[in-house]
């Protein structure tokens, strides 16, 4: 399988990354980007072919993964149009739907549409991916094997289903990187010294992470073991709920979800995304 990559940012270094780690062959990869500092890094970093507009290696290969800005993937697909006729088309890029994808690219719909995440930058990610019934099992295969260079994938039955999967995995980092913080300022208020309170806080969600990753028990089931009566997780909990803390979560995934949605509406229109 012969893959180009259309834009060299972390996204595509990860999966080009992760590909080679996973024993693909390096000749059979390319990358266009316009940006002289990101192409001598992938050049140096990974020994790929890189250049500046569509080449020989593009027209050969089988797969196109867009890895473009959401905001600069109308004007980055003016020079595609003709260079996708029997690829398969992996975009990368959030908001971005098939329709305006296919619009730009002449009609062409063998596309699959993916949300991955930051986390798949050190191969730890997960993918939300979604590909209508123009795209073949091989080809869903393919999509699956390039974004299992960085992590876990998870199919979705319909198009519209990405806008969750880009409130609650793609945005979900940053809701876990908060409560990091507030974890570890709760442990300075309570006197602990920071650089321990921040170890404390990391280490008990990566841990708790793991364990759950790990565990044949549900989140709940594991959550249940910790929590005895009338004890210390009796009594957090019991604030939680007091403060209807799940109801607000829920609430603010939501709203991530509506987000999601309308920047998909701009960006197909040729906007920025920015409502």
């Given amino acids: 399988m012969k893959i180009a990559f ?51 290696a593009t027209q050969g290969a089988e797969v196109l993964v867009l890895a473009v800005k959401p905001q600069d993937m109308q004007s980055g697909l003016a020079s595609m149009a003709g260079n996708v006729r029997g690829k398969l088309v992996i975009s990368v890029a959030a908001g971005i739907t098939i329709d305006a994808l296919s619009r730009w690219l002449e009609g062409h719909r063998k596309i699959v549409r993916c949300m991955p995440n930051t986390p798949a930058l050190i191969a730890a990610g997960i993918t939300g991916l979604f590909a209508p019934s123009d795209v073949e099992p091989s080809e869903k295969q393919k999509a699956e094997t390039i974004l299992r260079a960085v992590g876990e994938v998870v199919w979705v039955p319909e198009e519209r289903l990405l806008d969750p999967v880009t409130a609650v995995s793609a945005s979900g980092p940053a809701y876990v990187f908060w409560f990091i913080e507030q974890l570890a300022a709760s442990a300075v208020a309570l006197g602990i010294p920071e650089a321990e309170a921040k170890k404390l806080a990391l280490h008990t969600v990566l841990g708790a992470a793991r364990l759950a990753a790990s565990s044949e028990r549900s989140p709940s089931e594991l959550r249940e073991q910790v929590t005895s009566k009338g004890g210390t997780t009796e009594a957090a909990l019991r604030v939680f709920d007091e403060e209807k803390m799940a109801q ?27 409502v």
């Fill in 248 to 274: 607000r979560f829920r609430r603010a995934i939501e709203a991530a979800s509506r987000r999601a949605e309308e920047m998909g509406a701009m960006l197909g229109k040729g906007g920025d995304g920015k």
């Fill in 6 to 56: 259309l834009g060299g940012g972390n996204m595509a270094s990860a999966l080009v990354g992760g590909l080679i780690a996973r024993g693909f062959d390096k000749n059979a990869i390319s990358v266009i980007e316009m940006s002289p500092s990101a192409r001598e890094r992938l050049a140096e970093k990974f020994s790929v072919r890189v250049s500046t507009a569509p080449d020989a």
